[in-house]
């Protein structure tokens, strides 16, 4: 995959959360790169996902094994077309389901292998966990270090941990439901800003997830993965993945281990990396990153408008070079 000679830049994708019913639609109207996506999707999964993106009904689309398809796929069509209009990115990264829509379009994982993979692991997910017995909270706006105090405090026994490190200002926990509830009230009690349950189907990225993994990781024992024609980093460490073995065991890591997203922006940045384009539907990673590092130039695609924004202000910078 070429890269350019301006300002090095990442593509960033999105994982669970950001979907939305109409996502991908207008590009997929639009550009004959994105429909081919959305084609190649459906029929390696055997049901019409994009009609899903396209038009929802949101229930369903909520539906885990349904929403990582769907967001994967989305991704990748956007990606297709930045492509397409000479936009490429030097290193990926993705969060959570998002590292699989980076493998796709670093040239690491067949799609059609990926919707696949991700249509399981979403299913994988769902079962480990019965329903209700476990949580995941968002803690915002505590003091650097006291989230680490109140999970360990809160966990008494049960399973707790963190899940999404996604800035100083914001971590996602997981666990036992129990144990997530005492957790959200002791950072409302020490002063956070925000201390809320959030509205997954499972407690993702701990160790309640760990019979997901290992189902998981006999599929991703029998996918073809090879070596990323740009690097990726990776959640697991927050380090660079130029080869596809290690790019398949971060895969089978992350089910159980936490989001390092914040240790992620900031290797890209001391990569050099000065531009960052999130790719997919939604903005939450464009948010997180200005709460990491507002030096940092973060644009978002994910639709016409936003497509056409992205590629003035690339195609600016080309022409001032």
């Not at 991703?220 to 024609?229: I, R, T, W």
């Not at 959640?235 to 240790?263: C, F, Y």
Request: include cysteine; glycine fraction near 8%.
């Amino acid at each position: 995959m070429e890269t350019n000679t301006l300002s090095k830049r990442a593509f960033l994708f999105p994982g669970q959360g950001s979907q939305y019913p109409g996502m991908g639609q207008e590009l997929a109207k639009a550009y004959p790169a994105a429909r081919r996506v959305f084609e190649a999707a459906d029929r390696a999964l055997g049901f019409p996902l994009s009609e899903m993106c396209f038009r929802g009904p949101a229930e369903e689309l909520q539906l885990t094994a349904n929403t990582q398809p769907a967001i994967l796929t989305v991704s990748v069509a956007v990606a297709e077309v930045l492509k397409e209009n000479g936009l490429r990115p030097d290193y990926v990264a993705g969060h959570s389901l998002g590292e699989y829509s980076a493998l796709v379009v670093a040239g690491a994982l067949k799609l059609e292998d990926a919707v696949r993979l991700v249509r399981k692991r979403g299913e994988y997910m769902q079962e480990a966990v019965p329903v209700g017995e476990g949580a995941m909270a968002a803690l915002v706006g505590l003091a650097p270090g006291l989230a680490d105090e109140i999970w360990r405090e809160a966990a008494a026994g049960q399973v707790l941990s963190p899940a999404n490190l996604n800035s100083s200002a914001q971590v996602v926990i997981a666990g036992e439901k129990a144990a997530v509830e005492r957790a959200v009230a002791l950072a409302k009690q020490r002063g956070a800003k925000m201390a809320v349950l959030l509205n997954v189907s499972a407690p993702f990225h701990c160790a309640l997830m760990q019979p997901a993994a290992d189902r998981l990781a006999r599929d991703l024992d029998a996918v073809e993965f090879k070596d990323p024609e740009v690097p990726l980093v990776s959640n697991v460490d927050a380090r660079l993945v130029k080869d596809g073995a290690a790019a398949r065991e971060g895969l089978k890591r992350q089910v159980t281990a936490p989001v390092r997203w914040e240790e992620s922006m900031r290797a890209l940045r001391s990569e050099g990396v000065e531009v960052f384009v999130e790719v997919g539907p939604g903005k939450v990673l464009s948010g997180l990153l200005r709460q990491i590092d507002r030096q940092a130039e973060c644009l978002r695609v994910d639709d016409g408008a936003t497509l056409s924004e992205a590629v003035a202000r690339l195609g600016a910078a080309r022409a001032a070079k």
